[in-house]
């Protein structure tokens, strides 16, 4: 085995044999692009911050919409069938009442989705301009 | 007696959805009664093979076969730990979570509850068929008794479907098509790509191109490989994102090259296919990417990025080479073909299920 190939096929071997004759003083060249690739993972922590606010964003949109019908997981529980039934029939008998709020809430969460986004938009815009100063 | 199949999320056209309903297919074949459960589908090409988790109540007697296809933390794995029947996990490996770190909070704290529940595990299947040996080996240090590897189980034929006539029309010009299929995710590294193709286009060979596909499954790093993307101005870089499958088909028949740098494969289910579209591999030795390739493709140990563009360069370049790697790919690909997969599976699970 090879420092840099691993000898697995015939192929491998025409590679590391030409290879050889083609990559003397490249080594340099090199060193750039191999720092590009620490760079970025480096630079991940700095970053951390803003990337996290936009993925909160993400997550918020995916559960802007509270559902009022909710999975019902009766498995594993004692009496779980009848406990699995008195669950969905109270859930019919207060649908009346809840749904409304959950509506009122729903409108709500979507504006409040709406207005940070174009919050994180202008942050962004503005942080553009305080670097280009 | 019944098999049933349980997953937290199933969706259309990634490996492990592919898998369950590779298996399910299988099992039928040889007569067995079969049902899929999930914790989450959409997809609407899928939703009748399908149906939900919460809906298994009662129906899994002792004598019934739980096949739990694992890949991800989930509440499904303590429930699955209680059951009273033939429990059989399929795993297909979970990312560790320190690829997240920096990125999403979420999946950090999803993927470390997904391994320490791989722990309590131990003891409490029956059988556990991994889709690797590297999968195997994780099993087996977390103590892990009975395991057997045996491959994803792959239908080629779907592949033999007729790819996007615009796709080839747009990319097969005289441009040597460098292509990455994976999503977006941190431990797919695919910054390294993108600055491999970068060394490589700048010094090497200006007329390329870089084609990336797969779904963007971690915004901010997403957004990060943007910014790269952006200040190195490489140019030629195409991300179509997730896409038809006969636009994937075409993407294959015009790629020169596929190139993959990711640090955590279970599997990596794209090495195959490139390997079926006769498109050579040079890919980085890590977790079960030199498994999967065995005598097939190119693997490199460090990430030396101008001996990287110089592989790329031989390859692309020299013809006989290119041979030589193709031929190696179909003899590895004969390893994965369905018929042979599909033998060992079913004889595998035989082990437990009851004669």
């Known amino acids: 085995m090879n420092d840099f190939l691993l000898i697995n096929n015939e192929a491998a071997e025409i590679i590391e044999k030409k290879i050889k004759k083609k990559y003397i003083n490249k080594e340099n060249i090199s060193e750039k692009w191999d720092n590009m690739s620490k760079d970025f993972n480096m630079r991940k922590d700095a970053v951390t911050e803003i990337k996290n606010i936009k993925d909160m964003l993400t997550e918020m949109s995916n559960n802007a919409d509270i559902r009022t019908v909710r999975q019902l997981i009766p498995f594993g529980e004692r009496y779980g069938k009848i406990r699995f039934f008195l669950r969905r029939i109270i859930r019919k008998l207060i649908k009346w009442y809840i749904e409304p709020i959950v509506s009122d809430q729903n409108k709500y969460n979507n504006e409040t989705l709406a207005v940070l986004k174009e919050l994180e938009k202008r942050i962004e815009v503005l942080e553009r301009n305080a670097e280009k100063l | 007696m019944k098999i ?262 279970g599997f990596c289910v794209p090495l195959l296919e490139a390997m079926y579209f006769d498109v050579p591999v040079i890919a980085y030795n890590a977790a079960a990417v030199p498994e999967t390739l065995g005598k097939g493709g190119i693997v490199f140990k460090n990430k030396n990025f101008a001996k990287i563009g110089e592989i790329m360069n031989l390859i692309l370049n020299d013809e006989k080479l290119k041979d030589v790697i193709i031929k190696n790919q179909r003899e590895r690909l004969r390893d994965f073909e369905y018929d042979k997969v599909k033998k060992r599976f079913v004889e595998s699970i035989r082990e437990v299920l009851p004669k």
């Not at chain 2, 739980?66 to 029947?85: A, P, R």
């Open chain 2, 4 to 265: 049933f199949q349980i997953v937290s999320d199933l969706s259309y056209g990634d490996a492990v959805s592919n898998d369950v309903f590779a298996v399910d297919d299988v099992l039928k074949e040889y007569g067995y009664d079969t049902e899929i459960y999930a914790g989450f589908y959409s997809d609407k090409r899928i939703k009748k093979k399908i149906k939900p988790i919460n809906s298994i109540y009662n129906k899994i007697s002792s004598e019934d076969a739980v096949i739990y296809h694992l890949c991800i933390g989930t509440e499904i794995t303590d429930w699955f730990k209680k059951l009273n029947c033939i429990k059989i996990l399929r795993y297909h490996n979970i990312t560790p979570p320190e690829f997240f770190y920096g990125y999403n909070d979420k999946l950090i704290e999803i993927t470390r509850f997904g391994r320490q529940s791989v722990f309590e595990l131990a003891g409490n299947v029956d059988f556990a068929i991994c889709d690797s040996e590297y999968n195997r080996q994780e099993l087996i240090d977390c103590g892990f008794k009975n395991t057997s590897s045996i491959p994803v189980i792959i239908k080629f034929d779907d592949y033999r479907q007729k790819p996007s006539e615009e796709i080839i029309k747009r990319y097969n010009d005289d441009k040597k098509n460098i292509l990455f299929v994976g999503r977006s995710a941190p431990n797919k590294k695919i910054e390294d790509i993108i600055i491999a193709f970068d060394y490589y286009k700048k010094n090497i060979n200006n007329n390329c191109r870089l084609i990336l596909i797969g779904s963007d499954s971690v915004p901010s790093y997403t957004e990060k490989l943007e910014e790269l993307i952006n200040n190195l101005g490489t140019g030629d870089i195409i991300r179509p994102g997730h896409i038809k499958f006969d636009e994937i088909l075409g993407f294959y028949k015009s790629a020169d090259l596929f190139l993959c740098m990711s640090e955590h494969e």
